[in-house]
């Protein structure tokens, strides 16, 4: 299986479009050690040929321009429309990561993997994503349970040989979602982590969003051969810190980096995985490559994913 990683940062961006913070306003003036990065975007491909994307953010358009293979490769040149994206599978409902369906609306066939939840938020309450239901067979949408086996099929119904396992993580619909809306919908659906299998029996553990670390995930990661886990902050009150202002990680549904609670600490006990943050905030100090925090997440056998990066497995 090949994983690209397309975006490494939480929503927004870095920089982000009405953000000073520090590390923004050194990025904007040239003065930091570390890169700048795209909101958060994976896409998966069990031959190369063709991908699924895991969310589709809203920079997916130039993260599509940035990446060779997944760029459009009719087989004549007859034929000018096509695309080597084959579907998408959703693990929530935010804008983040949904936003980038839209952009991919041009009567392109596509399957769209989500929970029942999800899709319900998407079709029947946001009348935009009617975009992509324009012709039959435009997007099939597929209904998936969680804790199921998924098994990730092209538009044209060939199996790709991909497995898709996904563990309910978080339990808050965004606030777009009305609370009616959100009253008919199960919980458990609302925030999901993938494990993606592949034909030869690697794990993918795909966690850009987790609220809190037990022992039912513990087990899950250390029997992934890939971990791309949740980096967004370091600190559980750095929104407040930088901004004055705001939420903590927690009430956002992110178990920070630091902290004796956090994910440096909890899964310094995986032995198997390759240990890779992901969907990284603007304000998180470990994106400073001159700085101690980025020392120590490297010291403690972590990687911080960066736009571009390819990965085997
Ligand atoms: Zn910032």
């Known amino acids: 299986m090949r994983v690209k990683i397309l975006g490494s940062a939480a929503g927004g961006g870095f920089p982000q479009w009405n953000c000073a913070c520090p590390n923004c306003r050194a990025l904007r003036a040239g003065a930091f050690k570390g890169k700048a990065r795209t909101q958060t975007q994976v896409a998966i491909s069990a031959d190369g040929k063709e991908w699924f994307l895991l969310g589709a953010s809203p920079d997916l358009r130039a993260q ?6 997944l760029q459009p490769r009719p087989e004549s040149p007859e034929v000018v429309r096509h695309s080597p994206i084959a579907g998408v599978v959703l693990t929530n409902a935010d804008i983040d990561h949904t936003l980038g369906l839209l952009l991919l609306r041009e009567l392109q066939p596509l399957r769209v993997y989500a929970t029942e939840s999800v899709r319900r938020i ?28 998924l098994a990730l099929i092209n538009p044209c119904r060939e199996d790709t040989g991909l497995r898709c396992r996904s563990l309910s993580l978080g339990r808050h619909y965004p606030a777009y979602v009305s609370p009616q809306r959100q009253s008919e919908l199960n919980s458990r659906e609302a925030s999901l982590g993938l494990i993606i299998e592949s034909q030869s029996g690697k794990r993918l553990a795909y966690m850009p969003a987790v609220p809190q670390i037990d022992d039912v995930l513990l087990k ?15 600190n559980d009150d750095e929104l ?6 705001g939420q903590t990680a927690e009430q956002m549904g992110h178990v920070p980096v630091s902290s ?13 995985p390759r240990k890779i943050y992901i969907h990284i905030n603007n304000t998180n100090p470990m994106l400073n490559e001159a700085g101690p925090e980025y020392a120590k997440v490297r010291e403690s056998g972590w990687e911080i994913a960066e736009d571009g990066w390819e990965l085997d497995l």
């Open 64 to 69: 599509i321009e940035a990446t060779p293979e």
């Open 122 to 149: 998407l079709t029947e309450d946001n009348s935009m994503f009617k975009m992509l239901q324009r012709v039959p067979n435009q997007a099939i949408w597929d209904d998936f349970e969680t804790g199921g086996v």
């Open 220 to 234: 899950q990661l250390d029997a992934s051969d890939i971990l791309l886990f949740d980096g967004t902050f370091w």
């Open 240 to 245: 407040i810190r930088v901004q004055g202002s």
């Open 260 to 272: 004796p609670e956090g994910s440096l600490s909890k899964l310094a006990q995986l032995r198997r």
